[in-house]
């Protein structure tokens, strides 16, 4: 059963750099790390996907060491938009079938 | 390009009425999927189609049915519903097929309250 654990809360202030750990300790050989950003009353949103080493884009960075038991999500500059809850998936096997699990998520504040 | 729609966006049931929550999407994605959102919790999924036509289990499928009407259309519907089953659900949609590394796209969910 691949679970994953995250801080449930962090504070941050504009302009730092945000590092959201997420532990995947029975993560699988096949599955990938995704994380994903819900704003209130939205749905979420895709922020980065990776398998190992470490994956960048426009908004955000990923650092999956050689064991892959754990990932850091990366946000550089955060500004005030970036409040929100942060989630980091991997997979899970039910009835022979692989699902995508959901946590409780990370609540970052991010303060003037 | 409308991404993902969800109908209604709110709705207020009593003790054992019934219904159905409408999702549709315009990007061509074989899998769809319906979750629930309790307040202050993270998802959980109720039922997947990984293709038209076909349907699965989630965490939590008591309660519910579903049908992927097409390609497009994924409805969930509650025949009884209970309190338990006031929550936000999302729909979303994927391309790939290939779960390990899916990249899903949500609705803008829909506020249900059961009385």
């Known amino acids: 059963l691949a679970k994953t654990t995250q801080p449930i809360s962090m504070d941050s202030y504009e302009g730092q750099e945000v590092n959201i750990t997420c532990s995947h300790n029975n993560i699988a050989t096949n599955d990938y790390i995704t994380w994903y950003q819900q704003f209130p009353s939205q749905g979420p949103r895709f922020i980065i996907q990776g398998y190992k080493t470490k994956v960048t884009n426009e908004v955000a960075s990923l650092f999956i060491p050689a064991d892959r038991k754990s990932s850091t999500l990366s946000l550089p500059r955060v500004s005030l938009s970036d409040t929100a809850v942060y989630y980091c998936l991997v997979g899970d096997t039910m009835d022979s079938s692989y699902k995508l699990i959901f946590g409780s998520g990370t609540r970052l504040l991010v303060r003037p | 390009n409308a991404g993902v729609t969800q109908t209604p966006k709110f709705q207020v049931l009593k003790t054992g009425q019934s219904m159905t929550l409408q999702c549709a999407q315009d990007m061509n994605h074989n899998s769809m999927y319906w979750y629930r959102q309790d307040p202050g919790m993270g998802l959980r999924l109720i039922y997947y189609?990984?293709?038209?036509?076909?349907?699965d289990k989630g965490e939590v499928p008591n309660g519910y049915n579903v049908s992927r009407l097409n390609k497009r259309e994924f409805s969930l519907r509650l025949e009884s519903a209970a309190p338990s089953q006031t929550s936000v659900y999302f729909c979303a949609s994927s391309d790939e097929g290939h779960p390990e590394a899916d990249t899903q796209y949500f609705g803008p969910g829909t506020r249900l309250t059961v009385l």
């Open positions: 189609s990984a293709s038209e036509g076909t349907t």
